[in-house]
């Protein structure tokens, strides 16, 4: 992968923080003044959810073991905060975001049909304030990565070592209020990634 434009921690390091922060702050706390009556009528909607995910999909038995083997993982891991934080809508603002770049080969051709799945944390420092991105294009290798904001609080104690100075943004801010920064990643072959 290569990248234009301007070049922090990943979910590995923040995730291991993450329950541990979640217990310490206002919203832990605060989930004391829910009853418990209240708590189980989430827990029971959320795991009818679960039960009807598992009979609308057909799941086997070995389905099953691996989404539980993938759900343990992501609780040892410290990532339960951040993932359910996923499903609930924040009322938090923050400045908006303009990400521009392309998609290309690494002969600099841009690709047709590429695709970019986006997805950011909150700016309470669960997943340590960055981007995660899926990038991939027809015949092209897939990658996952995550981009990085200068300055950002966990740049430099990424337990996983992933943060490299070439994924690190620093956007500039514009007159109408966004922030904007431009990156450009390059995609390999199939075929090279297979060799």
Not at 111 to 120: K, N
Not at 176 to 187: H, K, M, N, P, S
Request: hydrophobic letters at 40%.
């Amino acid at each position: 992968m290569t990248t234009t434009g301007h070049v922090g921690p990943t979910a590995a390091g923040s995730g291991a923080n993450a329950t541990e922060s979640f217990r310490s702050n206002e919203q832990y706390r605060g989930a004391s003044a829910v009853s418990p009556e209240r708590v189980s009528a989430v827990v029971s909607a959320a795991l009818a959810g679960v039960h009807q995910a598992i009979r609308d999909q057909d799941v086997t038995h070995p389905e099953f073991q691996a989404a539980k083997a993938w759900m343990i993982e992501v609780g040892e891991g410290g990532e339960w905060p951040p993932f359910l934080d996923v499903f609930v809508e924040h009322d938090e603002q923050g400045t908006p975001l303009v990400l521009a770049g392309q998609v290309r080969d690494v002969d600099g051709t841009p690709l047709a049909g590429a695709e970019v799945d986006l997805w950011q944390a909150e700016s309470e420092g669960y997943y340590s304030v960055h981007l995660h991105l899926l990038v991939r294009a027809p015949g092209h290798r897939t990658i996952t990565t995550q981009l990085y904001f200068a300055g950002g609080e966990w740049l430099d104690s990424d337990v996983a070592e992933a943060t490299k100075p070439e994924l690190v943004l620093d956007p500039q801010e514009q007159d109408d209020g966004t922030r904007a920064v431009t990156y450009d990643f390059a995609l390999e072959p199939e075929e090279t990634a297979a060799a």
